[in-house]
């Protein structure tokens, strides 16, 4: 397979590889998605890759659980620049004021992919945050959110963010969501990518 078609299967190969590695800890496969300088933007941790590994192990040791499921997406390729979006879920578990509970966060990974010396790779990922619900894992049970926390969250991923908060986390507050300046930003961030362009974060 050549041409653009081949460049849209290996990226996607490496999306799909980034989901199935990372909650599997094959934390050695994982980095081969990445090059040198990407880095991972996410609510509860933003930078290197390299220290979203540590980061990761860290709270994974501490009893931190987060899975990530993907679906469909699309792959833009222009010369050595890609813009790829995957439609994705993360879902976490963590006592939320006292109440096992999980929270399911339903989004798109934008990805900005290069490549360098024959292969690609991940220069940055920025989810994009579009909606998410709270349940508590056993029948019957409810956590009591606290209201003025709560809203100071997004609306695409604030129940995410009061569970990550409760337990320690600091969570960035201006993440994109499915509409707003955030994800025009972005939007036009992955345009200049593909022109060309240097990153502008």
């Not at 399911?104 to 619900?133: A, N, S």
């Not at 507050?173 to 930003?185: A, F, L, N, S, Y």
Request: negative net charge.
């Amino acid at each position: 397979m050549t041409g653009d078609r081949g460049d849209r299967l290996t990226i996607r190969e490496l999306v799909e590889g980034w989901a199935l590695w990372r909650d599997a800890l094959d934390w050695d496969r994982f980095r081969t998605v990445w090059h040198e300088d990407g880095r991972m933007m996410a609510t509860w941790w933003q930078g290197p890759y390299e220290e979203f590994i540590r980061v990761s192990v860290e709270g994974f040791e501490r009893g931190v659980r987060i899975l990530h499921f993907l679906g469909g997406g699309t792959v833009d390729v222009e010369g050595d620049r890609a813009i790829a979006q995957t439609k994705m879920t993360i879902n976490q578990r963590a006592e939320v004021e006292g109440v096992l509970s999980d929270v399911l966060c339903t989004g798109r990974f934008y990805d900005f992919f290069e490549r360098r010396g024959g292969r690609w790779g991940l220069v940055l990922r920025q989810p994009i945050y579009e909606k998410d619900r709270l349940d508590p894992v056993m029948p019957g049970t409810a956590p009591v959110l606290d209201p003025a926390v709560l809203e100071r969250f997004p609306e695409g991923y604030r129940h995410l963010a009061y569970l990550q908060h409760g337990i320690g986390y600091p969570v960035k507050t201006d993440m994109p969501g499915i509409i707003g300046p955030e994800v025009e930003r972005l939007y036009a961030d992955g345009a200049a990518w593909l022109r060309g362009e240097p990153l502008a974060r």
